[in-house]
């Protein structure tokens, strides 16, 4: 809808420009009487109007000048349907036209949908720029994988020295897709997305699992170091009681991790919805991760060792 307020009827009956605008918020619904503030949430508190044509509210609504004579608002206003532009912003390098995609529109088709506005920028002779949370987030998720991926890969030549073993890092290794795969799983019950925040617990996540899986092992190997005999029942006897060692250890690293972050699921506010991901990735990884550092690591150094 386009409005244009008759500055000639203005100055004959006058009134004020600032009246008209303040009638026509108050005829399409748009009167903000206050607003509720809680942190960064500001809730306004708008005067909801009859649901009647808009022609017919501006015969009935009324204006005053400054003798106190009232007028039909449709006596200085004047609209017409179109399709216009609602707003053109403009900085030191030019006018330019913002354009809000919404996350159902980018996530499908991202890619082809950057490409049609290449296009169409190239083509009215424009330059175009695209940002957003979005794609900052796409960004950030890419250097965290290839960070993480290096660190994978460090973490296998330093376990190997301290192991003097090619085969025991991978074990170590081989129990985080069971976190990632455990985070995803809460993520997605929790009705969260994998975004920084998400990333990031998967992180911490991961390096609660490998400190475990690590300290693990470590045991088995002075457990077996320390017996005579190197056959199947003393690869069965070092496995055990490392067990019992470290049982008492890991489950008490997980659960308090776990305790410690539970407040944040049932907190509100704006810091907890965003530290909401972070949280359901580590409780989710942690609890896969503590069932592999206590079954799968051991079953699969005994299958291992044994021969």
């Not at 499908?108 to 949370?133: H, M």
């Not at 776990?258 to 049932?266: E, G, R, T």
């Amino acid at each position: 809808m386009i409005l244009t307020i008759k500055q000639q009827e203005l100055l004959r009956y006058g009134i004020s420009p600032s009246q008209i605008i303040s009638q026509l918020e108050r005829v399409l619904g748009n009167y903000k009487i206050s607003e509720l503030k809680q942190f960064a949430i500001i809730t306004p508190i708008v005067l909801e109007t009859d649901q009647k044509a808009f022609a017919e509210l501006l015969k009935t609504a009324k204006v005053r000048n400054s003798e106190g004579k009232s007028y039909a608002l449709r006596n200085f206003v004047e609209y017409e349907w179109g399709n216009r532009l609602k707003k053109i912003s403009a900085d030191v390098s030019g006018s330019y036209f913002s354009i809000n995609l919404t996350e159902d529109v980018v996530q499908p088709n991202s890619e082809e949908l950057i490409s049609d506005i290449d296009q169409w920028a190239n083509q009215n002779s424009l330059i175009q720029k695209i940002s957003g949370r979005y794609f900052s987030d796409q960004e950030n998720l890419k250097e965290l994988v290839f960070i993480l991926f290096i660190s994978v890969v460090l973490l296998y030549f330093i376990l190997s020295a301290q192991f003097e073993s090619f085969w025991q890092p991978l074990i170590v290794i081989f129990t985080l897709p069971f976190g990632i795969m455990g985070a995803m799983i809460v993520l997605w019950i929790g009705g969260s997305s994998i975004n920084i925040m998400s990333a990031i617990g998967m992180v911490v996540m991961l390096g609660i699992m490998v400190n475990d899986a690590i300290l693990k092992v470590d045991t088995m190997n002075r457990n077996l170091k320390a017996l005579e005999k190197k056959d199947k029942e003393s690869v069965y006897e070092a496995v055990f009681s490392a067990g019992k060692i470290r049982l008492k250890p890991i489950l008490m690293t997980s659960i308090t991790t776990l305790l410690a972050l539970s407040p944040v699921l049932l907190s509100g506010g704006l810091g907890a919805e965003l530290q909401k991901p972070l949280v359901l990735a580590v409780m989710g990884g942690l609890t896969i991760g503590t069932f592999t550092a206590l079954y799968f690591v051991p079953l699969v150094y005994f299958q291992v060792q044994k021969f």
